[in-house]
C-alpha cells in the first residue's frame, strides 16, 4: 500500500519531500476509514488547492493538518449516514394512542388527522399526500415529521382589542380557544373596494443606478418638504443657517446624522441643514437643556436654539412632529390612483359605512423543516371559516433564509415554487370563495425577486383573477372600501429600535416603545426614513422616490417586525386618540412552528375595531 500510495501521488504529479514519514501517515488512515489510496490523493488535491500551496511537492509538515481534515469529513460522513432522532411529545403519545386501526404492520407514527374537523381543510391541502410525495419536504424521512395540522392549540387568541360590540359585526362573541369558535360559519361578506395609491417601481426596472446626487437630492428634498410644512402652519419663522454665530435663539430645520460611522449617541449628533440655508454643512448638536427627546440617524426635526461659537447649537426646542393643523393632501397625484375595479368603487362613502373585514399576514409561510407551506394551508383553511373581505399577505414567500434555500437543495426553480405552492393554493382559494380578495406585498427576502427597495410589485399573469389576485409595490398605500391600508415589509421597527437613542421626561408617562417608533413613521412621512439604511436594506434612491413618501397618514399602518406582535392606536401629539392603526401581525411561521397572524374588523374609525392576534 505504501507502494501505490507513492504511485499515485507521483501519477497526479506530486513530489514527496519525505517518502517514508508520508507514507507512515497515510497507510494507518487508510486501513482505519477503508480509504483507496487513489480516493486520498484526490483529498489531497482538493486541499491543497484551497491552502493555495505553491509548488506541487507533499510536504511532511502539511501532513498533520490533512490527516485531521480527513478525519472531521470521515466524521461529518458518518453523521449524516445516521437517521436523525425524532423526540416525541405528549401530543405524539396522544396521537399514537388514537391509533386504533389494529394494524399491526403499519408505523406507529401518526399520519394526517382524520377527524371531524379534519373538513376544515381542501382535499387540495392534504397534508399526507404532501409529505411523502412532495419534492419539496424537509431532508428528513417525511414518516418522522409530525403533522402540522395535528396540533390541538392551532388559532389561539395572543392578544384582541374590541372596542365595537360584537353584534353590531354581525358575528358571534370574539374569539375562544376552541373549535366551535373556528368552524362557525360567518354571513358571506360583499366583495371591497380596491384602489392602490402612489407609483411604485414597474416589474423590471433596472436598478443599483442611483448615485451620490441621487441620494443627495432625495435627502434635501425631505429636509425642504418638512421646512415648508413647517413654515406654511404659521407656529414657526423661516428657518436660519444652524452653522453661523449667533447669540440669538434661532430657528432650523435639518436632518440628525452621526459624526462617525458608529453607533448614534448623545456626544455624536450632528444636525445637517438643507441645501438652500446652508449649503447641507453640519453643525453639532447639543441636546443636554431637553428634558426628553428621541432621535434617530435620518430623521428631520426642527431646532430652536442658539450658536454662540459657530460649531455648536445648543437645542432648547426640538419639533420632530408636524403640527396637526396640517391638512393632509390625499389627492397630490391623482394621475397615480390606479383603481383596480373602477365600475364597484364606491363614491361618498360615510363613516359608518367605511367598514373592512381583514386578515393580514407576514412570512416565512412555511417552517423551516419543509417547504411544505402548511401555516399557509392552515390560514386560507381558517379565512374560509371568517370569510373576510380581503387579505393582505406581506413577503417574503420563498424566503433566502429558509435552510433548503440557503443550501440549494431543491430541484426545483423559485419561480416554480411560487406559482405551485403560492399562486395555485390563492387561486383554489378565491374560486372556492368568490368575495374574498387577496394581496401579494414582496420583500427584499423573497428569493424570486428583485432585491431592492422600493421594490415593485410581483409580476403574476392572472386574468381570470386580476380583480381577487393583485400584487402591489413594496412598500405602498391602497384603499379598501374607502379605508386607507398603508404596509412595509421592511422591518423598519427593528432597524429603528436598533439606532435610536432618547431620553424621558423625569415626570412623563412611561412611555411606549412600540408606539413610540411607529409614530416615527408617520411624524416623517416617509416609510423608511433612517439614513443611513441598516447593511441589509438595498435602498435605491433612484429608483421612484416618491414611493417612500408617506403624504398623508393612513388609517391602518402595517408594520411587519420580528419584534413582538402588537396592534395599538396611535396618538397624535395632543394625545388624542383615533389617529391611525398600527399592526405588526407577526411570522405566520417561526423555525419549525407556527407563529402568528392578525384579523381585524374596522369599522369607521382606528379606534372603532375589533382586532385579535391568533397564533397558528
Not at 511 to 518: E, G, I, K, N, T
Request: charge should be negative.
Amino acid at each position: 500500500m505504501e507502494e501505490e500510495i507513492k504511485a499515485e501521488f507521483r501519477k497526479s504529479g506530486f513530489d514527496l519531500d519525505d517518502e517514508e514519514e508520508i507514507s507512515k501517515k497515510c497507510v494507518p488512515f487508510c486501513l482505519n476509514y477503508n480509504v483507496k489510496p487513489s480516493d486520498l490523493v484526490s483529498s489531497w488535491e482538493v486541499y491543497y488547492l484551497n491552502r493555495q500551496l505553491n509548488e506541487p511537492i507533499v510536504q511532511n509538515a502539511e501532513m498533520d493538518g490533512f490527516m485531521l481534515h480527513l478525519q472531521n469529513e470521515q466524521k461529518d460522513a458518518v453523521n449524516k449516514e445516521k437517521t436523525d432522532l425524532h423526540i416525541y411529545s405528549t401530543r405524539d403519545e396522544e396521537m399514537i394512542l388514537n391509533n386504533d386501526d389494529g394494524d399491526d404492520t403499519k408505523d406507529n407514527i401518526p399520519g394526517t388527522p382524520t377527524d371531524q374537523h379534519q373538513d376544515l381543510y381542501s382535499h387540495s391541502y392534504d397534508m399526507a399526500s404532501l409529505s411523502s410525495e412532495n419534492v419539496l419536504s424537509s431532508k428528513k424521512p417525511s414518516k418522522l415529521l409530525t403533522p402540522f395540522a395535528k396540533r390541538t392549540d392551532r388559532f389561539v387568541v395572543r392578544f384582541t382589542i374590541d372596542t365595537v360590540p360584537n353584534v353590531e359585526n354581525g358575528k358571534e362573541d370574539g374569539h375562544e380557544n376552541d373549535e366551535d369558535d373556528i368552524v362557525r360559519k360567518v354571513k358571506p361578506s360583499k366583495r371591497c373596494s380596491l384602489v392602490v395609491r402612489g407609483s411604485g417601481p414597474k416589474p423590471g426596472c433596472r436598478f443599483m443606478y442611483d448615485r451620490t446626487e441621487d441620494r443627495f437630492n432625495a435627502l434635501d428634498n425631505r429636509i425642504r418638504k418638512y421646512t415648508r410644512a413647517l413654515v406654511s402652519s404659521g407656529l414657526y419663522e423661516e428657518p436660519m443657517d444652524p452653522t453661523i454665530a449667533s447669540q440669538k435663539s434661532v430657528f432650523t430645520v435639518g436632518m440628525i446624522c452621526c459624526d462617525g460611522e458608529g453607533r448614534l449617541n448623545e456626544k455624536s449628533i450632528m444636525l445637517q441643514s438643507s441645501f438652500e440655508h446652508s449649503g447641507g454643512q453640519r453643525v453639532r448638536l447639543e441636546l443636554q437643556q431637553l428634558s426628553h427627546f428621541s432621535i434617530f440617524p435620518g430623521q428631520v426635526v426642527g431646532v430652536e436654539g442658539n450658536n454662540p461659537s459657530g460649531h455648536c447649537l445648543i437645542a432648547s426646542k426640538l419639533v420632530d412632529s408636524l403640527p396637526s393643523s396640517i391638512v393632509d393632501d390625499e389627492n397630490l397625484n391623482p394621475a397615480k390612483k390606479l383603481a383596480l375595479d373602477r365600475e364597484n368603487h364606491p363614491t361618498n362613502l360615510s363613516c359608518a359605512e367605511r367598514e373592512l373585514s381583514m386578515i393580514i399576514a407576514t412570512g416565512p409561510f412555511t417552517t423551516t423543516d419543509n417547504l411544505l407551506f402548511e401555516p399557509l394551508a392552515e390560514l386560507l383553511a381558517y379565512a374560509k371559516m371568517r370569510q373576510p373581505q380581503l387579505i393582505i399577505l406581506l413577503g417574503p414567500f420563498i424566503d433566502t433564509e429558509h435552510p433548503d434555500i440557503k443550501t440549494g437543495t431543491i430541484d426545483r426553480s423559485f419561480n416554480e415554487i411560487f406559482h405551485l405552492e403560492i399562486l395555485r393554493r390563492l387561486q383554489d382559494f378565491v374560486e372556492c370563495m368568490g368575495s374574498s380578495r387577496v394581496i401579494l406585498v414582496p420583500s427584499i427576502r423573497d428569493a424570486n425577486h428583485d432585491f431592492v427597495v422600493p421594490q415593485p410589485a410581483f409580476d403574476i399573469n392572472l386574468p381570470d383573477l386580476t380583480s381577487q389576485i393583485a400584487s402591489v409595490p413594496n412598500p405602498g398605500i391602497l384603499e379598501a372600501n374607502e379605508v386607507k391600508i398603508g404596509f412595509c415589509a421592511v422591518d423598519i421597527l427593528k432597524q429603528l429600535s436598533g439606532e435610536e437613542i432618547s431620553r424621558i421626561a423625569a415626570d412623563g408617562k412611561p412611555s411606549d416603545r412600540m408606539s413610540r417608533l411607529a409614530n416615527h413613521i408617520l411624524s416623517q412621512q416617509s416609510f423608511y426614513p433612517l439614513y443611513p439604511p441598516a447593511e441589509s436594506v438595498p435602498l435605491d434612491f433612484s429608483l421612484a422616490p416618491e414611493a417612500l413618501e408617506l403624504s398623508s397618514i393612513p388609517d391602518i399602518l402595517i408594520l411587519p417586525s420580528d419584534i413582538k406582535h402588537f396592534i395599538k392606536v396611535l396618538s397624535n401629539e395632543e394625545g388624542n386618540r383615533g389617529k391611525c392603526l398600527s399592526v405588526n401581525p407577526g411570522r405566520l411561521a417561526k423555525g419549525e412552528g407556527g407563529g402568528t397572524f392578525a384579523e381585524i374588523d374596522y369599522h369607521g374609525a382606528p379606534d372603532k375595531i375589533n382586532a385579535s392576534i391568533l397564533g397558528i
